[in-house]
């Protein structure tokens, strides 16, 4: 599968945008959500190299949030037909306006997301039509969320046989396997 450097930003974006959403399995009800204020937005937007949005307001944020539950469930979706129709819906209410650019000295690409668009907007084309990628590719269940039992992030799994479970094998994959060890040791002692 070809990833282009923009649609990797994309989908970085994506998986940074859905796991800002407060994990009320790990934290319960005083998880924090990740996007709690504009200067959070405004963080994230610099972060994620999200072009062109201007200035941020409260609206921005309201906005951003809405787009982020929509896609939370696209990486929720059970099948490729459930992820396309929430795809589309995000894609088609953002306005979209696809247009060819090799800005920054990156090849040739294309930008969805429709001039002066806001950052909702922009994320929700740019951000749906690298996730569209995927189901076109027959490979939507890439979209993933891991697999560790008090996680449930949002991840893509770009492995070779689409092997990955956990969203960083550093943490959560090497969490399970200590607790794994760990288990058997008991079980080895008692
Ligand atoms: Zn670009
Ligand atoms: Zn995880």
Redesign the pocket.
């Known amino acids: 599968m070809l990833i282009t450097h923009d649609t990797r930003c994309a989908l970085d974006a994506v998986v940074a945008l859905v796991n800002t959403a407060p994990d009320r399995v790990r934290d319960g009800d005083g998880a924090e959500d990740g996007l709690a204020t504009v200067a959070a937005l405004t963080d994230f937007v610099g972060k994620n190299d999200i072009s062109d949005v201007g200035v941020l307001a409260e609206r921005d944020l309201v906005a951003v949030r809405a787009v982020r539950d929509r896609f939370a469930e696209v990486f929720a979706a059970p099948d490729p037909h459930a992820a396309a129709s929430l795809i589309n819906e995000l894609v088609a209410a953002a306005g979209t306006t696809p247009r060819l650019t090799d800005h920054d000295g990156y090849d040739w690409h294309v930008h969805y997301f429709a001039p002066g668009a806001s950052v909702a907007d922009h994320l929700a084309a740019d951000c749906g039509m690298a996730l569209a990628f995927f189901v076109v590719a027959g490979e939507q269940e890439r979209l993933r969320r891991?697999?560790?039992p008090d996680?449930?992030?949002a991840?893509v799994d770009l492995s070779r046989n689409r092997s990955r479970r956990?969203?960083?094998s550093r943490?959560?994959g090497n969490r399970l396997h200590v607790a794994a060890y760990r288990a058997r040791r008991k079980e080895a002692a008692g």
């Open positions: 891991c697999e560790a996680c449930g992030h991840f956990y969203c960083d943490t959560c």
